[in-house]
Antibody, heavy 117, light 110 residues
């Protein structure tokens, strides 16, 4: 069965960086794009970026351009999301998700990133 | 890219029907038939309910349906049940090769 398993919760200080991993199983990793979506406490879902797991091409939301980098390791069936220059407003649950055609069908369990001094 | 606009809350009694709107622009909702809807219960990951405007994934009740007119997409729930109480988000592909979510709608079953 399709599974996306994310790395554990992180606590970071303002100005630091965080890297979240998303390990895929149950399907051919390179055939489906991976998206990253975040949700601040009590707030809406916010689309951040996606990566073509086959060729590594990426697209970032303008809001995060310059601060976020999405990569993937096809040998490990794993995608990564790195966010730099963290501020308190980046405190959120970060989800990875698999895209099929034009919609998301599977989501990771989410990773809570807390930014606090 | 601004968030798609949804009503903050919609409510209905058990058995009733409700509709949630999702308004964007010609660069997203109006420009593509790539609108999807997600249901999210507190503390859980979102669940796909509708894709490509009006298609239901297997396993999703036929009480859920989607439509689109111009720059506005809609999600309808008929025969409202207690388990339908959740947050609902629309999502659209955009002309910038990116995606955008809606502001979210809290559905309350009275």
């Amino acid at each position: 069965q399709v599974q996306l398993v994310q790395s554990g919760a992180e606590v970071k200080k303002p100005g630091a960086s965080v890297k979240v991993s998303c390990k895929a199983s149950g399907y051919t990793f390179i055939n489906y794009p991976i998206h990253w979506v975040r949700q601040a406490p009590g707030q809406r879902l916010e689309w951040m970026a996606w990566v073509n797991a086959g060729n590594g091409n990426t697209k970032y939301s303008q809001k995060f351009q310059g601060r976020v980098t999405i990569t993937r390791d096809t040998s490990a069936n794993t995608a990564y999301m790195e966010l730099t220059s963290l501020r308190s407003e980046d405190t959120a649950v970060y989800y990875c998700a698999r895209e099929v055609s034009s919609w998301i069908d599977y989501w990771g369990q989410g990773t809570l990133v807390t930014v606090s001094s | 890219q601004s968030a798609l606009t949804q009503p903050a809350s919609v409510s209905g009694s058990p058995g009733q029907s409700i509709t949630i709107s999702c308004t964007g622009t010609s660069s997203d909702v109006g420009g593509y038939d790539f609108v999807s809807w997600y249901q999210q219960h507190p503390g859980k990951a979102p669940k796909l309910m509708i894709y490509d405007v009006n298609n239901r994934p297997s396993g999703v009740s036929d009480r859920f349906s989607g439509s689109k007119s111009g720059n506005t997409a809609s999600l309808s729930i008929s025969g409202l049940q207690a388990e339908d109480e959740a947050e609902y988000y629309c999502c659209s592909y955009t002309s910038s090769y990116s995606y955008v979510f809606g502001t979210g709608t809290k559905v309350t079953v009275l």
